[in-house]
Nanobody, 121 residues
Framework: QVQLVESGGGLVQAGGSLRLACAASSGTVRSYTMAWFRQAPGKEREFLAAITRTPYYADSVKGRFIISRDYAEKTVYLQMNNLKPEDTAVYYC?????????????????WGQGTQVTVSS
C-alpha cells in the first residue's frame, strides 16, 4: 500500500505562483506513473499533468504548470505559475502502478488527501 501526502496549497493572488509537493511512503513509486488532478466544487475531477520519465500536460495548464519528480526523495512536484481564479480547486496527487500515461482518475491506484488552492482576483 502506498500513501501519498500533498502539501503546498494555500491562498494566492491571481498571477502568482505556488508549488505543490506529493511525498510517497514507498520507494516503489519510482516505477509508477505519477499525476496531478484537481476538483472544483460541483465539477468532475480534472487531469492536469502526469510524468513517467517525461511529462505530459492537459491543454488547460500547458505552459503554466510544470510537473517534476525527485526519485531519491520519492516526491512529485507541481509548479503552478500565472495562477487564475478558475484554478481554485482541491488538488490531488495520484499514482498508477502500471507504467504509462493515463488521464482518467479511474486509471490511478493511489490518491492523496488533497490540498486546497484558492486564487483570488
Amino acid at each position: 500500500q502506498v500513501q501519498l501526502v500533498e502539501s503546498g496549497g494555500g491562498l494566492v493572488q491571481a498571477g502568482g505562483s505556488l508549488r505543490l509537493a506529493c511525498a510517497a511512503s514507498s520507494g516503489t513509486v519510482r516505477s509508477y506513473t505519477m499525476a496531478w488532478f484537481r476538483q472544483a466544487p460541483g465539477k468532475e475531477r480534472e487531469f492536469l499533468a502526469a510524468i513517467t520519465r517525461t511529462p505530459y500536460y492537459a491543454d488547460s495548464v500547458k505552459g503554466r504548470f510544470i510537473i517534476s519528480r525527485d526519485y531519491a526523495e520519492k516526491t512529485v512536484y507541481l509548479q503552478m505559475n500565472n495562477l487564475k481564479p478558475e484554478d481554485t480547486a482541491v488538488y490531488y496527487c495520484a499514482a498508477r502502478e502500471t507504467y504509462g500515461l493515463a488521464v482518467r482518475p479511474r486509471d490511478y491506484d493511489y490518491w492523496g488527501q488533497g490540498t486546497q488552492v484558492t486564487v483570488s482576483s
